[in-house]
């Protein structure tokens, strides 16, 4: 049988300076630039970070709890979101997560009849709108329409390497063939992204100095 030629592990935290097709350039903290090859398979790929509003577009899938009422009528403004990627395991939809604001007071004394009995459910599903502080989700047999807070957080999770950018901080678990280690490429095993700059965030233009005269 051939003999497979040695092989070397590459693994550290680095940021990405530089994308091209199916590969990035990581330089690590150790100040040496590598040329690293993508996961042939998604799910090696692990991205997370955040997003501003106005990044969120239908057909993403998002998840997140809130408190319903016997009616399925929210009864709270949706401060937090996750955008993730589904996979073949994902069961889209409402699942109960407890029971939350039981309907007693504080020393356990009577129920109070006026109280409106609320649970708490976790809703994953497919965006169909969002729209003036409003998101519409949809699941099988399932369509909600929610209000989402004026402050709020929108993480997000995926396996999508399309959300790779310049600046990212990663962590790569890759390897090279021993004796071709001064080309400085690798193939990764897995990588974890974490992204910086919330995706949809856009900086404002710094003003320019005929601006800055006019307001002294």
Do not use: C
Request: glycine letters at 10%; hydrophobic letters at 35%; charged letters at 25%.
């Amino acid at each position: 049988a051939q003999q497979q030629p040695p092989k070397e592990t590459l693994r550290g935290d680095g940021t990405v300076i530089a994308l091209g097709a199916g590969k990035i350039q990581v330089e690590l903290k150790d100040g040496k630039k590598w040329v690293i090859f993508i996961p042939d398979k998604p799910e090696y790929i692990d991205i997370s970070g955040t997003a501003v509003r106005s990044w969120l577009k239908r057909g993403m899938f998002v998840s997140f709890a809130g408190l319903f009422d016997a009616k399925g009528t929210l009864r709270t403004e949706i401060k937090d979101i996750l955008v993730f990627q589904p996979n073949k395991d994902t069961k889209l939809g409402a699942k109960r997560d407890g029971v939350a604001g039981i309907n007693k007071d504080l020393f356990g004394g009577n129920p109070n009849p006026n109280a409106v009995q609320t649970s708490r459910f976790l809703i994953s599903g497919r965006l169909v709108n969002v729209n003036n502080g409003k998101m519409v989700v949809e699941a099988p047999g399932f369509r909600k329409t929610v209000s989402l807070a004026s402050k709020m957080t929108i993480r997000v999770k995926s396996h999508n390497p399309s959300l790779i950018r310049v600046g990212d901080k990663v962590n790569v678990d890759a390897w090279y063939y021993t004796g071709q280690a001064q080309l400085m490429q690798a193939k990764a095993n897995s990588l974890k992204f974490i992204s910086e700059k919330p995706y949809g965030y856009v900086e404002k233009p710094a003003p320019s100095e005929k601006d800055e005269d006019a307001s002294k």
